[in-house]
């Protein structure tokens, strides 16, 4: 059963990763122009609220991707690691450096060259919101179960659930923090690494950190506006986001049917904490206008979370990765109700 802590009255958006739903991103260039040079920077594509898909259908900038985002390659392929392969040897001028690179096999690259672009994509209109939203959600998931971790007396295990926030995370969201006058506050995230890198000796202490790094968190996401956060199809995007996500961090966690990398199983729990949160703000909309939808998603939001027993993950996998990718296509579809009603 998840922890029942709640820091925040989930304003809903998740600050993770999020199905924009139906849409992909459409760069003006080929994602394998040839005539790049090795450290040549890719033209910005600008994109409107419905040109990119952020549950994992839009393609992923191999030179600027979260690892988080680097993790859906991984989970494709099935190889240990990739992901951290993938970003020790940026930047790359071309797609195809990540063969000659020996990043990955050509026959790997196949399966995977229409994922990936070293374009920027320019998000704008509410794919910009939804983005935002689910990455301030990624946040939020870390937290929820680096504070777990704490709250078990492991700090060695909590840290890298900390770390990513401060050192990946926000400096992918730094400009929109910017944008959106929202008070800077990585340096209040770095005391609270600090502090738990030095093996959390004062909990008192943990604790205020802890806290003052939520409320940053939940602040940054209230400065979407109010209606969007209770807009059941904004938040169902947000939620397909944060759960592809957690997909993907639970393939990269699971190979030769054993829990290999127990930091992404870690990730996909807190991911998925935050997606039922989110969704319990939602419930009682969807439910009004979609009840079997939303008995639909209900029941496999209460499957999928079975397989996440603790924070300290299990002995064996509780489930397979096809099972949880299957629970997490199902809630994508049973959303897409939502989002695309019938006309």
Known sequence: ??????????????????????????????????????????????????????????????????????????????????????????????????VSKNVITQPQFD??????????VVLTGEAKDVDFMTKMGLMKGHLFVAKELLDQSKPDQAEPHIGH???????????????????????????????VKAGAKDPAQVNAEFTASMQAVDGSIAAVSEAQRKDPKFVLQVINGLLDTANSEYGAAVAGGKISAIIEYQDSRGFVMYAEMLYKDIA?????????????????????KKNWPTAIAPAAPVKTTEQITKLIKTIETDSQKVLKPAS
């Open 165 to 195: 926030p401060v050192e990946e995370i926000y400096a992918d969201v730094e400009d929109q923090l910017n944008e959106r006058k929202i008070p800077e506050f990585k340096t209040t995230l770095i005391k609270l690494q600090d502090l």
């Open 1 to 98: 059963m998840f922890s029942t802590f709640r820091l925040l009255p989930t304003a809903t958006a998740t600050a993770i990763l999020v199905a924009l739903a139906g849409c992909v991103s459409t760069p003006t260039a080929s994602n394998t122009e040839s005539t790049a040079s090795p450290t040549a920077t890719a033209t910005p594509v600008a994109t409107s609220e419905h040109s990119m898909n952020h549950g994992g259908k839009g393609v992923i900038n191999i030179n600027t991707a979260l690892l988080s985002d680097l993790d859906k390659i991984e989970a494709k392929l099935g190889v240990p690691a990739l992901s951290n392969k993938i970003q020790a040897s940026r930047p790359y001028g071309k797609v195809e450096e990540l």
């Open 111 to 120: 399966q995977i060259k229409d994922m990936v672009t070293i374009q920027d």
């Open 284 to 304: 009682s909309q969807v439910a009004k206008t979609s009840p079997e939808t939303d008995k639909s998603i209900v029941a496999s939001m209460t499957e999928l």
